[in-house]
């Protein structure tokens, strides 16, 4: 018996409107590493489902940095606090050291491998110059009068670094240790938000708010040049040079990413994302990387939707567009077809997942505002319903991936959506405080009163009965239909704390209750009376949040907020599989694709697929 990790379908980087979004791509332009939430993800960039999370920051992420080598990863994070640990496994940390008494901004690597200069927004001091592997100070980072945005070091000897701030200088320092030696000032008259030296160590450039890019002399810190002056219509928030030290890409505000010559001073190509004439905020460029090590000219780019942009050279349309959530994944589990799955998150947006490839489409039409709280399934329409704490019921076209228009406002805030069939016609039943509303065709066709608020609701696959958990412990089961009230079937009265999730197996025999305290209940149907089958599948420590069944109906799979997800069996139930620490700060839904296959979603949000062996 064994649960393993076959994937993870990582989150998109956390994206700040009006600051720089780091990106760091290794030596040998295989992988991409970026801050997502509370977590650090190391991305393929050919491959991107494949994926490593590193989960040991307590903090929300800000940085995440590849050595020179390859080999390592330095990441900081909003308390200060920079870790160092190996890129290959994302679980060994090398060292935690605390820099400053604020967020961490940006990191740099030197040339070796061996030191690492954090900068950001500190107390006492802005940054800090320190050995990777223990921690010791190799100089200081001094003449800023303000917080740092960015940080580069020469990867040649004699060993310089740069840093810009938002006091609009630019200061250099020689090393090592890492002393002050210039400020250069009246450069840029605003923030500075990108710096960094080219790969032969002869130029450093740097970028900002005022949308100018300056260029220096690599050794002595002078300034040689600016060019693209009026070019970029915004903040220039991100810059990265070409692997030949020749060209450099930047990427701004005004939704463009831009490739320089250095030595004309002129933009060779440019790249505008959006519809064409309209002003997009979700659209604006945030954070670029020219992956060195590679020939075949790949920018990558991300906007304030967190989406990375692949652009290459030469090309003028995206090569392609990985998608993925940024806040918690709230709702999922639903499949049509049994190749799609779709999931909602806290900030309103729905991704529809290919489940043989990994890849996210974006949901487009009007979504929810904001906190997503139930999706369910309706195969006989083609359609998916969401509920969402704008209090209102929404429709997903599953062929389109698109909401439909119909928006139907609720009695109250929804805390959950089934579909069930009534007379041959499927009804969409949302749950709120106030009871159950059941909804035909985009309206209100009848309602069912609680004698208690509802917690959570199931429905039969294929069937008019419906499940309902209750605040005062209980589950009551009705037939639904059109007419009002419900037809009422029987009262489970065993739960000792309010059920959160309900789940049929799919030929209706058994409904599995899973309650606040983490415990699970399972009953059965025989001949239409319901009775307990075990109550022992009890491992969980925190409220239970999705419960998923296996199509042969012998096996579920359960997600809580104790940041695991179990599999459990009727065949043995004394017997389970742990996932453990599966979400970072909990799980939000589970479903179960294939005969041997579960995926997973949670508050980190990411999208996990598990590979279930050996359960009878």
């Not at 590493?33 to 903090?59: G, L």
């Not at 320190?130 to 940080?151: F, L, M, P, Q």
């Not at 020469?154 to 002050?180: E, I, M, N, Y």
């Not at 605040?471 to 000792?496: C, H, M, N, W, Y």
Request: net charge neutral; with cysteine; charged share 20%.
């Amino acid at each position: 018996m064994s649960i393993t990790a076959e994937a993870i379908w990582a989150a998109s980087p956390t994206t700040t409107r009006g600051s720089p979004t780091p990106l760091s791509s290794d030596s040998k332009g295989q992988r991409i590493a970026y801050a997502s939430n509370k977590s650090i993800f190391v991305r393929s960039i050919d491959n991107p489902a494949e994926c490593k999370q590193y989960t040991q920051h307590t903090a929300q992420t800000t940085v995440a940095r590849f050595s020179p080598s390859g080999y390592y990863v330095a990441s900081g994070d909003v308390t200060g606090s920079v870790r160092i640990w190996d890129a290959d496994g994302a679980e060994n940390t090398k060292g935690e050291y605390h820099i400053i008494a604020g967020r961490i901004n940006d990191i740099a690597w030197d040339g070796d491998s061996q030191r690492i200069i954090a900068v950001g927004d500190g107390k006492e001091r802005f940054g800090h110059c320190i050995t990777a592997d223990s921690g010791n100070s190799v100089g200081e980072i001094s003449g800023h009068s303000s917080r740092i945005n960015c940080v580069s070091v020469r990867q040649q000897r004699p060993l310089r670094a740069a840093t810009g701030s938002d006091d609009t200088s630019l200061c250099f320092f020689h090393g090592v240790p890492f002393k002050f030696n210039t400020s250069v000032r009246g450069k840029h008259d605003k923030f500075i938000y990108g710096t960094q030296f080219n790969p032969d160590g002869s130029l450093l450039v740097s970028v900002g708010s005022d949308r100018r890019i300056w260029l220096y002399d690599g050794k002595t810190g002078e300034a040689t040049k600016q060019i693209g002056e009026g070019e970029h219509k915004g903040s220039i928030f991100g810059v990265s040079w070409s692997p030949d030290s020749k060209k450099l890409v930047t990427c701004s505000g005004d939704q463009t990413v831009k490739i320089w010559d250095v030595e004309t001073g002129k933009c060779t190509q440019s790249w505008r994302m959006g519809k064409e004439g309209g002003v997009s905020i979700a659209d604006q460029q945030v954070g670029v990387t020219w992956p060195a090590g590679r020939s075949d000219g790949l920018i990558i780019s991300v906007d304030l939707e967190g989406n990375l942009n692949y652009l290459r050279e030469g090309k003028e349309k995206l090569v392609r567009v990985v998608r993925g959530h940024q806040k918690a994944v709230t709702a999922a589990g639903v499949l049509v077809d049994s190749k799609t799955l779709f999931t909602g998150s806290s900030d309103g947006r729905a991704r529809a997942w290919d489940l043989t490839s990994g890849a996210a489409e974006f949901s487009d039409g009007e979504m929810h505002s904001n906190y997503v709280s139930g999706l369910a399934a309706s195969p006989s329409e083609g359609r998916i319903y969401s509920v969402g704490w704008d209090d209102t019921l929404r429709t997903i076209d599953a062929s389109q991936r698109s909401f439909t228009g119909t928006t139907v406002k609720t009695s109250g805030q929804p805390l959950s959506v089934v579909v069930a069939t009534a007379g041959g016609k499927p009804l969409a039943l949302v749950a709120t405080a106030q009871g159950i509303t059941a909804f035909a065709d985009g309206s209100e066709v009848s309602t069912q009163s609680l004698p208690s608020p509802a917690t959570c609701m199931a429905a039969l696959p294929s069937s008019d009965i419906v499940a309902v958990g209750s605040e005062d412990k209980r589950v009551r089961l009705f037939k639904a239909g059109s007419s009002t009230p419900f037809q009422a079937i029987t009262e489970l009265t065993d739960p000792t704390y309010p059920p959160s999730a309900l789940g049929f197996s799919p030929d209706g025999s058994h409904l599995a209750v899973g309650l606040t305290n983490g415990k699970i209940f399972v009953y059965t149907n025989t001949s239409g009376s319901w009775a307990l089958e075990t109550n022992r599948w009890s491992a969980h420590t925190a409220r239970v949040t999705s419960i998923a069944w296996s199509p042969d109906g012998r096996k579920a799979v359960s997600g809580a907020l104790d940041t695991n997800v179990f599999v459990w069996s009727l065949g043995d139930p004394g017997k389970r599989v742990k996932a453990p620490n599966a979400h970072k700060e909990g799980v939000g839904g589970v479903a179960w694709v294939a005969e041997r296959r579960v995926v997973s979603a949670g508050a980190d949000a990411a999208v996990k697929v598990w590979r279930v062996e050996g359960v009878p």
